[in-house]
């Protein structure tokens, strides 16, 4: 080891420059405390501020993070369109803390969770105010416990998808019989694609971004979605008869990593949860106000709407939830307080 003597004058310099850098050390750990973080939000619909889902979501989100001071400490960008990769492999980014947070319907993460397919049996639900209802009772608590125990997800906001779920296909249908050998996509989820087979289709899972090409090149003879997502997609433009069978009503979840969850800061974490909540509730009272304007402009571009008598496919459907329950004993606290509540 060698030994080296130190001035007075050296001494006092170096002295010097380490009060000064105690000194600065507060404004330079004031700075990294005041760093930004940024999350990555994902939506596999258009990029339309009116009618589609993911973009109102993002939109209110960034309203109630500025109403709440956290817009210059939290900064969220949007990435629709699929973007990010198809609903599949996002809802497993963010399983992994790769994509922090995902608006789409609950039915992508029953893949993960299978109950979570309890929100996808036919007809279960009657209307969006009634899921409310059975939410603000704990409906949800089971799917939300079971989503964060086995998928890494936390689940930070319920809304709605922007209307029911009805039949859009290139003929008309009326009953049951009219849908037979129709191919119509659904959700690439067993559930969904169970009750349109009992409702009499064939049908076909695929994934969102594919299905408009579907049905210009006649793969596809319709879909089941809501209004305001066939106007935003344009899906109108290759289907021309809209069924308002409503046999889903499935609602739409706000998607939350637990791994960006852990390593929020606790100061910005119950603002951003705050935040997060009430773009949710915003988005729920747009997608209410925004369905019969979606219906009506779906007549204006030359879609026929068909008022068809639903009792005969709920009849179709029935046995779906008593069969699911019988395999999923756990969903049947959810089913019966749903059934419980009245809109």
């Known amino acids: 080891m060698t030994f080296q003597a130190i001035s007075r004058r050296t001494l006092l310099k170096s002295s010097a420059v380490l009060s000064a850098g105690v000194l600065c050390a507060p404004a330079l750990i ?40 956290l817009d210059g400490q939290i900064d969220v960008s949007f990435f629709p369109d699929n973007q990010l990769g198809q609903e599949i492999d996002v809802i497993n980014s963010v399983k992994l803390g790769v994509i922090d947070l995902m608006v789409s319907g609950s039915s992508i993460s029953a893949n993960l969770v299978p109950l979570v397919g309890t929100f996808d049996l036919g007809y279960l639900f009657s209307s969006f105010p009634q899921q409310t209802k059975a939410f603000d ?52 989820n067993p559930i969904i694609t169970e009750c349109l087979r009992l409702m009499g289709a064939a049908a076909t899972p695929l994934a969102f971004g594919e299905v408009y090409t579907a049905l210009q090149a006649g793969v596809l003879d319709g879909l089941e979605h809501d209004p305001p997502t066939v106007i935003a997609s344009k899906f109108y433009e290759a289907a021309k008869f809209y069924s308002l069978t409503e046999h889903n009503f499935s609602p739409l979840a706000i998607y939350f990593s637990d791994t960006t969850f852990k390593r929020l800061d606790p100061k910005l974490r119950d603002g951003f949860l705050d935040a997060a909540s009430k773009a949710a509730a915003d988005t729920r009272a747009h997608g209410l106000a925004v369905e019969q304007e979606a219906l009506k402009e779906l007549a204006s571009k030359g879609v026929t709407l068909i008022h068809c008598d639903k009792e ?10 008593d069969n699911f329950v019988k395999a999923h004993p756990d969903a049947k606290p959810v089913v019966d307080a749903i059934r419980a509540t009245q809109a």
């Open 30 to 69: 004031g700075r990294a405390q005041a760093a930004t973080l940024k999350l990555k939000l994902s939506s596999s619909q258009a990029n339309d501020p009116k009618y589609a889902n993911g973009r109102v979501y993002y939109d209110n989100l960034v309203k109630q993070l500025k109403a709440g001071g």
């Open 137 to 188: 009772a704990g409906a949800a608590k089971p799917i939300e416990a079971a989503l964060l125990k086995d998928a890494n997800i936390r689940i930070v906001g319920w809304a709605y998808n922007f209307g029911a779920r009805s039949v859009l296909a290139k003929k008309a249908v009326n009953t049951p019989d009219d849908l037979a050998g129709l191919k119509i996509r659904t959700l690439p």
């Open 312 to 321: 005969p496919f709920r009849k179709r459907v029935l046995p779906q939830t």
